[in-house]
């Protein structure tokens, strides 16, 4: 397959581009379709074997994804949102990873892994096929004009494609050139797709310092080529027509990680940091997605550069916090430098660049749905699902309801680890990617493909959601049963499965309790207990490449369509209302910012190493710039969450934007994990983004 493709393909370069990396050989708007990439085929072909290895448990796998129980997508196995080992790339070149590589061959004495050191060569001797058949077509270009400045254009395309198809770079344009051609070439090759394309302040500071010294660019120059860096990403969809109309509902992958602390802890941010977000902000992009590390440690002029945006109503920057990220990648086996280089995958998904994949959102887990299951006893679904649920009616005290529910929740996560455990087993038959693992860490040395678990480390990350529905609908039950007694067991359950139809008294009373996010110690306390056990179930589990499950806090667009099958929860939701992503309140209840953060400080994120995400939309009326700014500073020095999803809007700019939507086609919002211009979202999307809270 990759002689083929390195064989057959045309080379497609642009008279006003000056990086080489289309290929024609998969589709433009989203890497992460093996269905439309040359790559796939494998996939596409052999799939089957997933379903082939149990057909029951697939099928029960499956009914949990229509179900609303859990994601299904891959199904077992993420082949989406991976990062390209750029750091190899930039460090060794392709020549270094061949070296490597035979270097490993020759060490290893295990004949039955020639298969991969051989397919792994191919893969590579293919992909210098590819970058030469570009410098090709780039000195035909050069030699048919007689435009001196498009000589030059074509000259220095064909002179980089030349240098990286054996070395690394030695110039800032080539470490931007290598970026935005792995970027694209490891989805080709492997049918894979990439969300991340690099971390390039952190990545090339070294680069773009030697060449100013040495005079070889100017700052301006620097600057021309970021922003076409950016604006060939951002151009790949048309952001303007409505969002069910576009590509993927109008997300992609294309993620670029800026800031951080390195393993000593000091600050990477440079000069690289500001102007990347600066032309970002310039030229008014939706893509490629920001992903801006913080610490205590940034710079207040970068936190100020971060916030302008949102005051101008364009919510377009995700923010990781390395003060929690950092320790929990330590604390669950990384080392200093590795937690210190992660990046984001195409929404939140944490990996360690350039010695992991951590499959980061192909499972994600509703524990508003495992409630639901719980309270609306339903045999026949559950039947369906494979699953044996306890039902809570005969609990004599709070703590038998909650084990009731903790074991059913433990049931289901149980059911799922040991299917993915099981029936990803196969990952390696349906779809190896020995030029993928070439690149990354010790795949070479131990002679395996990553998906068989030869990658330095091989995590599974379980999201689980709705964490605010699990958390309220046990301390309802607790206040309102075994506490207070203002109603029995029987009646709170009663209540909750006629969807509180005749017991609306009863429903205010839950909805006046003490919640998530409203800064009750008790809740608190509750909230703790249950992500440490969570996390101690789901991490006794092995997946399946030998490697642990790792636990996240987060999800998807799921929270609209899924609530559509999650019934009324003790919590006081009714049928179809909108799930909590993440760890992020129910919008039921109104409290203070502040109590949302302490709430969020509180617990034991340290963890969550896949991410712990939360989201927030604030009044842009008479928010200043240094309030937010402060803002921003607080919730990173006290760990409020991994990731902040942040809003700053007004209700009547909404208001106004849903009458009048073309006076207001730059309002841009943030989703779950991605932005949108609001004026063209969907019904649905826009019903629950007006009915979040608004701090």
């Given amino acids: 397959m990759y002689e083929i493709i390195a064989e057959n393909f045309t080379p497609v370069l642009f008279r006003n581009d ?11 708007e989203y890497n992460g379709r093996r269905e439309l990439s040359a790559g796939g085929f494998l996939m596409l072909n052999r799939e089957h074997l997933y379903r082939e290895k149990h057909p029951e448990s697939f099928l029960e796998y499956i009914m949990a994804d229509r179900h609303a129980l859990h994601l299904a997508y891959g199904p077992f196995c993420d082949y989406d949102h991976h990062c390209f080992p750029f750091s190899n790339l930039l460090k060794l070149g392709l020549s270094g990873i061949l070296a490597r590589l035979r270097e490993g061959r020759r060490k290893n004495t295990c004949p039955d892994r020639d298969d991969f050191y051989t397919a792994a060569e191919k893969g590579l001797n293919s992909v210098q096929k590819i970058i030469l058949k570009f410098a090709q077509a780039a000195e035909q270009r050069k030699n048919a004009t007689e435009d001196p400045a498009d000589r030059t254009h074509w000259e220095r395309i064909e002179q980089t494609a030349l240098k990286l198809s054996q070395d690394p770079p030695g110039t800032f344009f080539e470490g931007l050139a290598s970026l935005r051609f792995f970027y694209e070439i490891g ?19 070294r680069l773009y310092r030697a060449d100013l010294q040495a005079g070889r660019l100017t700052r301006e120059e620097a600057y021309d080529l970021i922003c076409r860096f950016m604006l060939q ?28 602390l390195d393993e000593a802890g000091n600050p990477v941010d440079n000069e690289l940091t500001e102007m990347f977000l600066r032309a970002h902000e310039e030229l008014q992009l939706i893509y490629p997605k920001i992903q801006f590390r913080t610490s205590r440690r940034t710079p207040a002029e ?14 377009v920057i995700g923010l990781l916090n390395d003060e929690v990220l950092i320790p929990a990648l330590l ?12 990046v984001a995958g195409g929404c939140w998904e944490v990996i360690a660049e350039g010695t992991e994949h951590s499959e980061g959102a192909n499972c994600y887990f509703s524990l508003g749905r495992a409630m639901d299951l719980t309270i609306h006893h339903d045999p026949e679904l559950l039947k369906e699902l494979g699953l044996d649920f306890k039902q809570p009616d005969s609990a004599s005290s709070f703590q038998e309801f909650l084990d009731c529910c903790m074991d059913n929740v433990k049931t289901a996560l149980k059911k799922m680890l040991e299917t993915i455990a099981e029936c990803g087993s196969v990952w390696p038959e349906v779809n190896p990617c020995p030029f993928f693992s070439a690149c990354l860490d010790t795949c070479a040395e131990t002679g395996l493909d990553y998906t068989q678990g030869g990658a330095k480390y091989s995590p599974h990350s379980v999201p689980l959601t709705g964490f605010a529905i699990w958390i309220d609908s046990l301390e309802s039950v607790r206040k309102i049963c075994f506490e207070n007694r203002e109603a029995s067991l029987q009646e709170m359950l009663t209540a909750v499965r006629n969807n509180w139809k005749g017991f609306e008294q009863l429903r205010k009373k839950v909805l006046s309790l003490p919640h998530w996010g409203g800064g009750n110690p008790a809740v608190r306390e509750l909230a703790g207990e249950i992500l440490r056990e969570l996390h101690q179930f789901i991490t006794s589990f092995r997946n399946e490449r030998g490697g642990p499950f790792q636990c996240g806090l987060y999800s998807y667009s799921d929270i609209v369509f899924w609530a559509k099958q999650t019934r009324a929860t003790p919590d006081g939701r009714k049928d179809g209302d909108f799930l909590a992503q993440g760890i992020t309140p129910s919008r039921m209840h109104h409290d203070s910012i502040t109590s949302v953060l302490k709430d969020a400080a509180s617990l034991p994120l340290e963890d969550f190493p896949a991410n712990s995400v939360l989201n927030l939309n ?48 730059g309002l841009i919002v943030r989703l779950y994990g991605y932005s949108a211009r609001y004026v063209t979202l969907d019904a649905d999307r826009r019903r629950e983004f007006k009915e979040r809270n608004l701090f």
């Fill in 618 to 665: 604030l009044s842009r009326n008479g928010l200043t710039e240094d309030a937010l700014v402060a803002l921003l500073r607080c919730w990173t020095e006290i760990k409020a969450s991994g990731m902040l999803q942040l809003n700053c809007i007004s209700r009547e700019e909404l208001e106004d934007a849903d009458r009048n939507p073309g006076s207001h086609e």
């Fill in 233 to 260: 990403v951002d151009c790949k969809l048309d952001s303007s027509r409505p969002l069910d109309k576009q590509y993927n509902a109008g997300e992609q992958g294309d993620t670029l990680i800026l800031g951080g």
């Fill in 302 to 315: 970068l936190f100020h550069l971060v916030a302008r945006p949102y005051l101008a109503g364009r919510n």
């Fill in 18 to 28: 000056p990086f080489f990396w289309e290929t024609g050989l998969k589709t433009a």
């Fill in 187 to 205: 989805n080709i090759m492997d049918g894979i797709g990439m969300s991340v394309l690099g971390s390039p302040d952190r990545q090339l500071i």
């Fill in 331 to 342: 604390k669950n086996g990384k080392t200093p430098h590795d937690a210190s280089g992660y």
